[in-house]
């Protein structure tokens, strides 16, 4: 990867980088929204289900630590469930929940949350308030205070809850809350797309590449230098390195959190540069 850096354009702000690189599968498409998008590729359909929803988002179980005068979001906030505990999760609320106009479902280790009408509200992806007070990152807009109000119903009753009393047996990291995001109207059908994806996304596991084909996206979540770096540089970046050698490859772009680094038909006049840290990229 370092030397994919050295070689690549200087780096530009990407805003979204799930809009980014949908462009790569979908050119000239909009990406929709990302809980419908996922939804729909779990095989889930709202609106033909007993429990019809207007409106669906990803619930993403959080952990949050407590401060003298403010709630942060771990740096390794975002939990990761059992598939027996999101579906135990989903049937005790909507036990709880019946009749309320909201339902939860669970799809294999995932949750979504299904509203009765159509909300209009901005949402933020938890990546980024990871190690940051929560104020910032809450839900806003005209319908934000029922999605804020039913975020704090779910905290309180979360914290009793069986789930989590089995995960402190474990040694596992309480779940805090469900954070409720990349919300929109329920997809009749998934977005056509020209490519697939490799890796593991909420959204593009939606689109996976078959397995006779190249992944035009790929997503990981290690950080270099990790345990599992070795594999990623092995089974993805070295090919694509030597793809953009040969000729096969003619663009790569590789997106890190707000940052784009673009490799394009001069990246050879740039093998040259000295490589730097990894880290150093993004100072």
């Not at 479902?105 to 209009?120: I, K, T, V, Y």
């Not at 009393?165 to 469900?178: E, F, K, T, V, W």
């Not at 996976?208 to 997503?219: K, L, Q």
């Amino acid at each position: 990867m370092e030397r994919l850096l050295a070689c690549a354009d200087k780096a530009s702000i990407a805003l979204d980088w799930r809009a980014d690189a949908f462009a790569v599968l979908a050119p000239g498409t909009a990406l929709s929204c990302i809980a419908p998008v996922a939804l729909r590729g779990a095989g889930i359909a709202p609106s033909t289900t007993s429990q019809a929803a207007a409106w669906v988002c990803l619930a993403t179980p959080v952990h949050y630590q407590a401060e003298l005068s403010n709630v942060r979001f771990a740096g390794d906030g975002i939990l990761s469930l059992e598939s027996a505990e999101a579906a135990t999760l989903a049937l005790d609320f909507n036990a709880l929940w019946s009749g309320a106009g909201v339902h939860l479902w669970a799809a294999s280790n995932r949750l979504f949350c299904g509203f009765d009408a159509p909300l209009q509200v901005m949402t933020q992806d938890p990546e980024l308030a990871r190690g940051r007070h929560l104020e910032t990152f809450l839900p806003a807009g005209p319908d934000a205070a029922r999605l804020r109000r039913l975020m704090s119903e779910l905290e309180m009753w979360l914290f009793d809850h069986a789930v989590n009393h089995d995960r402190r047996n474990h040694s596992h990291l309480a779940i805090s809350g469900l954070w409720l995001w990349g919300g929109g109207a329920p997809l009749a059908t998934l977005p056509v797309v020209h490519g697939g994806a490799a890796g593991e996304d909420v959204l593009f596991d939606a689109f996976p590449v078959g397995s006779n084909r190249v992944a035009d996206v790929m997503v990981v979540e290690a950080v270099p230098g990790g345990e599992a770096w070795g594999d990623i540089e092995s089974v993805w970046l070295e090919p694509a390195l030597a793809d953009l050698r040969r000729g096969r490859l003619t663009r790569l772009e590789l997106s890190a959190g707000n940052r784009l680094f673009t490799l394009s038909a001069r990246w050879r006049r740039r093998f040259w540069r000295r490589t730097k840290s990894w880290w150093e990229y993004f100072e």
